[in-house]
């Protein structure tokens, strides 16, 4: 059994009413969580001293609106392999773990690591186009603070209770989130000049 199969069951076992999904393949555990139990779930992580995840690696975004609509992007059509001979492909039920869906456009991805007992863990949360927001979570990793407002920028998922969530890469009148797939390539901006 993989090392990380007990710490996926036991998230799962932990927290039933929240996590949707999990998986563990070569190494890496995840764990798909609706929501609202996001800021509960990581608690626990951080706090449990049998876990301890005292180290928020990154947090991402992901748009999949186009996700399976092309070429690139069809996750089951049969493409030769880039892998070498001695490695076999991920089953493609596992392969993406991720809800399929246009209602889940959005995907929150956190990594966590413990210092501490050396394992990671990867966390998603699906989000809808409509109401893309989660609540923060720079009260348990400061280190979110600039992740948080970096998928803000790029993707425009809100973080409920983040103490400054502003733009951290456009400048302030940037219109639009630039990381989403729809956002227009020859979108123009407005000018800003310099201050006097």
């Known amino acids: 059994m993989d090392h990380q199969q007990p710490l996926t069951e036991m998230i799962r076992s932990r927290f039933p009413q929240w996590v949707i999904a999990s998986h563990h393949y070569r190494g890496d555990a995840t764990v798909i969580l609706r929501r609202d139990g996001l800021r509960a779930v990581c608690t626990v992580l951080r706090d ?10 990154d ?13 690139q992007s069809a996750p089951t059509m049969a493409t030769p392999s880039p892998l ?15 809800l399929v869906g246009p209602e889940f456009r959005f995907e929150v991805v956190y990594h966590l690591y413990s210092t501490l007992h050396n394992h990671r863990v990867r966390l998603k ?3 809808t186009p409509e109401d893309p927001t989660l609540d923060s979570v720079t009260g348990l990793w400061q280190s979110a603070n600039w992740f948080e407002r970096e998928a803000w920028d790029l993707f425009g998922v809100r973080f409920a209770g983040h103490p ?8 302030e009148p940037f219109e639009g989130h630039p990381l989403r797939k729809d956002y227009p390539v020859n979108k123009r901006q407005p000018l800003i000049g310099p201050v006097n």
Do not use: Q
Request: with cysteine; net charge positive.
């Open 164 to 171: 400054n969530l502003r733009l951290i890469l456009m400048f």
């Open 84 to 98: 070498p001979y001695f490695m076999t492909p991920k089953p493609s039920s596992e392969r993406w773990g991720r």
């Open 59 to 71: 947090l991402t975004c992901v748009d999949y609106l186009t996700f399976g609509h092309s070429l």
């Open 48 to 57: 449990d001293p049998a876990l301890a995840f005292n180290f928020l690696l």
């Open 125 to 127: 949360v699906p989000l």
